[in-house]
């Protein structure tokens, strides 16, 4: 019975390490929910003051991006031009949030239309800075559309909103790749410079997409 007994709380020991075992397997192989997943390590270990103001600036530029595209409901009349415009939000905003979750775990402010620029931080190519307030012209950004431009395609409909829609995009891309390039020379965060180099190749793809479908119109 002694020998019984030993050789039953063997076995027992035996089960619950490689139970303990599976149980560490299962959660090292979670699933991989894509390349730009922030990390601690990567996001807030090392950047630099290109990395804070491509996040500053090109959340701005993306949240322009997602009302432009936002009026495509109501107005486009043709079908591939508000799946772009869906297309554009459903891209664009998680990207915003990552940026925002950059920026708070650098301990740096989000950007906001007509913000100071911070302390070391240039402007980006194109980007005005007024000489007065030490602020940063977002209008000026490159691509960035002004509030004339706005409201000409927002009173735009049908055939007319989607050559605006599709002109003003393609400038508007162009501006973003512009300052990921920037981004990619100049920044130090491996996350942020992962995202500048998605922006490019995501955006030169729309921006060949937009420009035959221009062509069609």
């Given at each position: 019975?002694?020998?019984?007994?030993?050789?039953?709380?063997?076995?027992?020991?035996?089960?619950?390490?490689?139970?303990?075992?599976?149980?560490?397997?299962?959660?090292?192989?979670?699933p991989?929910?894509?390349?730009?997943?922030?990390?601690?390590?990567?996001?807030?270990?090392?950047?630099?003051?290109?990395?804070?103001a491509?996040?500053?600036?090109?959340?701005?530029?993306?949240?322009?991006?997602?009302?432009?595209?936002?009026?495509?409901?109501?107005?486009?009349?043709?079908?591939?031009?508000?799946?772009?415009?869906?297309?554009?939000?459903?891209?664009?905003?998680?990207?915003?949030?990552?940026?925002?979750?950059?920026?708070?775990?650098?301990g740096?402010?989000?950007?906001?239309?007509?913000?100071s620029?911070?302390?070391?931080?240039?402007?980006?190519?194109?980007?005005?800075?007024?000489?007065?307030?030490?602020?940063?012209?977002?209008?000026?950004?490159?691509?960035?559309?002004?509030?004339?431009?706005?409201?000409?395609?927002?009173?735009?409909?049908?055939?007319?909103?989607?050559?605006?829609?599709?002109?003003?995009?393609?400038?508007?891309h162009?501006?973003a790749?512009?300052?990921?390039?920037?981004?990619?020379?100049?920044?130090?965060?491996?996350?942020?410079?992962?995202?500048?180099?998605?922006?490019?190749?995501d955006?030169q793809?729309?921006?060949?997409?937009?420009?035959?479908?221009?062509?069609?119109?």
């Open positions: 019975m002694k020998r019984h007994s030993i050789l039953a709380a063997a076995a027992l020991v035996t089960t619950l390490v490689l139970s303990a075992c599976g149980n560490d397997d299962s959660s090292s192989s979670a991989d929910h894509g390349a730009m997943t922030m990390t601690p390590s990567s996001s807030a270990a090392a950047f630099n003051d290109a990395d804070v491509f996040a500053q600036s090109m959340i701005v530029h993306h949240q322009q991006a997602i009302e432009m595209a936002s009026l495509a409901d109501g107005r486009a009349a043709a079908a591939d031009v508000k799946d772009l415009a869906s297309k554009i939000k459903s891209a664009q905003q998680p990207e915003i949030d990552m940026m925002n979750g950059w920026l708070t775990a650098w740096k402010p989000a950007a906001m239309p007509g913000m620029a911070m302390p070391g931080m240039s402007a980006m190519p194109g980007m005005s800075m007024s000489p007065d307030m030490g602020g940063m012209d977002h209008s000026s950004m490159p691509g960035m559309m002004s509030d004339a431009d706005m409201a000409k395609l927002s009173d735009a409909k049908g055939a007319a909103f989607d050559k605006q829609f599709l002109t003003m995009m393609i400038s508007h162009e501006g790749i512009q300052m990921a390039q920037q981004e990619s020379a100049q920044g130090s965060n491996p996350d942020a410079v992962a995202l500048a180099k998605k922006i490019v190749t955006q793809a729309e921006i060949t997409t937009m420009k035959a479908m221009l062509a069609d119109l």
